[in-house]
């Protein structure tokens, strides 16, 4: 049994789940008046690397540390493999957690500090060996060893945070914002690192991130969480392409918003009325003819052409503006498009090809069948 | 470069040696101002008296006079008169155990404090310097009113029914009693300093990483208060040491400690130089006490990430 030593004691006989790690069922969590927590289910699968998604307060720092043991939910269970852990102390539960400001003892060198989760099993002297040269080599850490934590750059910091986690094999592991300390070019030459270990170990990851591009470049899957609970849940392509909600739908990706009035309902689509114009729009779930609607479409799905254009406009609708400006972004560029009523949009489209001039009359189009649309 | 021919650079350079020394002079000047009061005080006040001790020591006194005829006698007679030998360890093992004890109480008080103090942190550590608010002589003698014959610990234990408990007062044990109550505060204070600044979050990693909660302390609380838990070690065993009023009026004849015997020679019997013979060799002891203390930590080890001198 790998989790041996301390933990043994608490370890049940029996055979787990076979695909399940970690189950969450009706967690609730309270603090005073406010919900950090509100009724959550949740699965995580072997091997998987999922993503919990929010903005600042939603609820993501107390899900984890419910998982850890860190926090008793008011309501609700905590599953690991098929224990009930609800009650369990964090050490007793054999997970690994990593943190935003990596909580290194400043105390211990680099190598101390990663067997520290293998002493504490007290594993023999040549395993725990094994396992440190094992942990250095696969973060690369070869030679820090007997560095203390300051003497450490902030990415070796992380390095050595994220083989503290590993080193042990926990059942899974947990990821609070891991990289939101590092620069940008550090953080995304690891958030494909981390991606590489994860796949490499076959161990569930839960990462915590309110940056939804981390979290759509290393996930499998994401939970878009929001005032303490799941707004939407799924493969990471879905959240992005489908979202649910109004709040995913600005959340994830980029989107112009155009708030209208739904006005009738034919042929799969529907017509929704906007500064005295009339778009074709998806239809919105449980749709109330005469209701205030959302459309969101992201920024990729539009696009832009000169003025007088040749577009065939069957199945298409059609904003005619001004371009403002356009933000070259490499790859890509942003089109600024004033509309008549002032307000404006953004278009996101390869430059090439486009020899638009500043202040020119530009039409912008899309298929009808894009973007979202909600009843607020 | 040859005399006579200075060159437009070479006035240049000089015009700017000359600023940057009258810089490194302004400044130095500065730093005079800065470091110089502070570093008479010490002068004056510490290490002068310190001066005057240490050569009274090797001088002689005959009748309340001191005589400047330079000898040893006074070490000798400090070294090899048993009752002074008994007087120094008794200081010893007083001042040992009243740390222990303090340091095994003072732990938890500060640590509760730091923990769970909230916002009444503050409040609650000017609590535990409320004994100063009064004098020693005071503090004496409340502990007089507390331990004494009629004092309030034995009449608890006569309405209890145990009865008075004579030998309470003036023992070794009212002493120590004494010296853990006044030296106590500090303790605390030094350990609840060092807490402050110790993140709790650490004990979390700990404890994630499969620590138990003594486990947690042994490895993380502890090393990493370790200099607080010195300092205050030291600022409770020095004082301890050199200490005379708590055992004179509190410990009865089993308790004279070096400093009472040290306090008699400046008094009594007028003995100024064998006094400060006993003065300087007090100083010692502390400063062994304070190498053995220093030597027991590694700053490193003690997560000290400051720069380090030696
Ligand atoms: N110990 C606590 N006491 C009181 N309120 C708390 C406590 N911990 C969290 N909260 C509250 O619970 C809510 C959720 O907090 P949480 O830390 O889980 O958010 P988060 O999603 O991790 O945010 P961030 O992205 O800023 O880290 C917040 O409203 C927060 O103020
Ligand atoms: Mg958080």
Redesign the interface.
Known sequence: MRNA???QQFVKAGTSVPDAVLKLQAIVKRFGTVTAVDRIDLTIERGEFFALLGPSGSGKTTMLRII???ERPDEGGVFIGDRDVTAL???A?????V?QNF?L???KTAAENIV??LR??RLGRAERDERLAWAMSLMRLGGLEDR?P?ELSGGQQQRVALA?GLI?RPALLLLDEPLANLDRELRSEMEVEIRRYQKELELPFIYVTHNQEEALTMSDRIAVMHNGAFEQIGAKTEIYTNPATAFVAGFVGHSNRFEGKLVEISGGLARMAWQGDAMLVPVPRDPRPGGAILFAIKFEDLEIARAPDGVDRTGRNRLAGTLRDVIFKGQTANYIVALGDGSEITISSAPRGLDLRMSEPVIVHWPVARGATFHV | MARGSVSKGGLGTSAMTGIRSSLARRGQFRFACLAGPGALFIVVALLLPLLAIVVFSFWRTESYELYADWNLDNYRVLLGEPAYRIFFLRSLAMAAAVSFVCLVFAWPIAYFIAKHGGRYRLLLVLLLAAPFFTGVILRITALQGLLGPIGLVNMALAELGIGPVGMLMYTPLAAGLGLFYLFVPFMATAIYLSLANF?F??L?????????PW?AFV??TW??NAIGTAIGLVLVFIPCLASALTQRFLGGPNATSLGMSLAQQFGETGTWALGSAMGVFLFLASLAGILVVRRTIDL????F?GALGA
Do not use: D, W
């Not at chain 2, 979390?204 to 138990?212: C, L, T």
């Not at chain 2, 490193?300 to 997560?303: L, N, S, V």
């Open positions: 030593g301390t933990c850890a043991g860190l102390p964090p050490y539960r054999h997970v690994g957690m943190f909580l003892f400043p105390h520290f989760p504490m099993q203390y300051n503290r042990s | 993140n979050e650490l979390e990693v700990a404890k994630i990483n499969g620590a138990r486990r490895e993380i090393p990493l490193k080890r003690a997560g990430t």
